[in-house]
C-alpha cells in the first residue's frame, strides 16, 4: 500500500473499454481501493505502473500488441514494488501457471465475484508493504 | 511438420502462452476481414482450437495444421501459417496465413510462407501446392506471386462470407515450379 496514503492504488490494464469501466465501478465500491490510471495494452500499461506508481495492476492478457504476459514480465522488471493481478478469460488451468511463472501474483478469471477481485487485490497490497512476500500454495481462482 | 527456421521467424506448434497474442488478433476486424473466420475469437475459442490443435498434424485430407510464427529474437508471436492436404488429388495441399497487425508490413507473412512450401516440396512429397484468396486482399496475391505462385483462377461470388459474395482468386506452384522464385 502506497505511504502517502491509506488507499491500495489500483491501475487497471484491459483492452476492453466496458471491462475497465465496470472494474473502476466494481473496485471503488470499496472505500480502500482508488483507480489511478488505466490503458489498453501492455506497453500502456507498463508505463501508466510507472508514472503513477500503482500499488497493483489488475492486468489482462489478451491484447493487441504487448500482451498481458509480457507486461508482467516488464513490470517485475520496472516497478518490482507493484502487486500483479491477472484477470484473464483464459482459464487458471490453461495460463495460471505461465502468468505465476513470469512474476504474477494472483490469477484471477473473469466472472469471478467482485468481491474476490477486490480481496485479491488488497490481499496483494499487503504482501508487498509486509516485505514482498510472495504468494504462497496454488493460484487463486 | 513440427518446427522451421526463417531468418527472423521460429514456425512452431502451437503452445497455451501464445494464446494471449493468438486471440488478440484473432479478434482484431482489421486482421480478419479477408479472412473465413470472424473477429468474435475470445478465450474460448482459442482454448478450444489448442485442444484441437494438440497432437495434430498433416495427414487427414481437410484438417488444417497451424503452426505459430514466433519471433525468433523475443519469441513473440507474430501469427500462424495453416497448412491442410486438400481431400482428393494425393500430394496437393493448401496453405494460409495469418500475421498480427503489428507484425504486417516487415515481409513476415512472405518469410513463413516461403519457409512452408519449401518444405512441402522438399520433405512432404507435394506436387502442387494452392492458396484462395478473397480477390480484394491485394498484398496476399503480391505476396504468392512474389514466391512464384500462378494465378490459376478468378472465381467470380463463389463464397458466401460474413454476409456477402466474394469472388476468389486461386494461386497455385507445382513440383516442378519451385525454386522459380520471383527476384
Not at chain 1, 18 to 30: A, K, N, S
Not at chain 2, 19 to 26: D, S
Not at chain 2, 69 to 98: I, K, M, N, Q, Y
Not at chain 2, 132 to 153: H, I, K
Request: glycine content about 10%; proline content about 5%.
Amino acid at each position: 500500500m502506497s505511504t502517502t496514503t491509506d488507499h491500495v492504488r489500483v491501475f487497471l490494464c484491459d483492452d476492453v473499454a466496458e471491462i475497465r469501466v465496470l472494474m473502476r465501478f466494481t473496485l471503488e465500491e470499496d472505500e480502500r481501493l482508488r483507480v489511478v490510471g488505466e490503458a489498453a495494452d501492455g506497453e500502456a500499461g507498463v508505463a501508466g505502473v510507472l508514472e503513477t506508481k500503482a500499488d497493483v495492476i489488475l492486468l489482462d492478457l489478451s491484447m493487441p500488441g504487448m500482451d498481458g504476459l509480457e507486461a508482467i514480465g516488464r513490470i517485475r522488471e520496472v516497478a518490482p514494488a507493484t502487486g500483479i493481478v491477472v484477470l484473464s478469460g483464459f482459464s487458471v488451468g490453461r495460463l495460471g501457471e505461465a502468468a505465476l511463472e513470469v512474476g504474477a501474483h494472483r490469477y484471477l478469471e473473469k466472472g469471478e465475484p467482485a468481491e474476490v477481485i477486490r480481496a485479491a487485490i488488497l490481499e496483494v497490497a499487503r504482501e508487498r508493504v509486509d516485505g514482498g512476500a510472495e504468494p504462497e500454495g496454488p493460484p487463486a481462482g | 511438420m513440427r518446427e522451421l527456421e526463417t531468418e527472423r521467424l521460429l514456425l512452431r506448434r502451437f503452445r497455451a502462452a501464445d494464446l494471449p497474442r493468438f486471440t488478440a488478433y484473432r479478434s482484431d476486424p482489421e486482421v480478419a476481414r479477408y479472412q473465413s473466420w470472424t473477429p468474435d475469437f475470445g478465450p474460448a475459442e482459442a482454448e478450444r482450437f489448442l485442444d484441437e490443435q494438440d497432437g495434430a498434424d498433416l495427414g487427414p485430407p481437410g484438417v488444417w495444421l497451424q503452426l505459430a510464427a514466433t519471433d525468433r529474437a523475443s519469441g513473440a508471436l507474430a501469427g500462424d501459417c495453416a497448412v491442410s492436404v486438400v481431400p482428393g488429388p494425393p500430394r496437393t495441399f493448401e496453405l494460409g496465413v495469418t500475421m498480427s497487425r503489428q507484425a504486417q508490413g516487415r515481409g513476415l507473412a512472405r518469410e513463413a510462407t516461403a519457409a512452408v512450401v519449401a518444405r512441402l516440396f522438399a520433405e512432404h512429397d507435394a506436387h502442387r501446392v494452392t492458396a484462395v484468396l478473397d480477390e480484394r486482399n491485394e498484398a496476399a496475391a503480391r505476396l504468392l506471386a512474389g514466391l512464384g505462385f500462378r494465378e490459376e483462377a478468378r472465381l467470380v461470388e463463389a463464397d458466401w462470407c460474413k454476409g456477402e459474395w466474394v469472388t476468389l482468386r486461386t494461386f497455385a506452384m507445382l513440383e516442378r515450379e519451385a525454386g522459380l522464385e520471383a527476384a
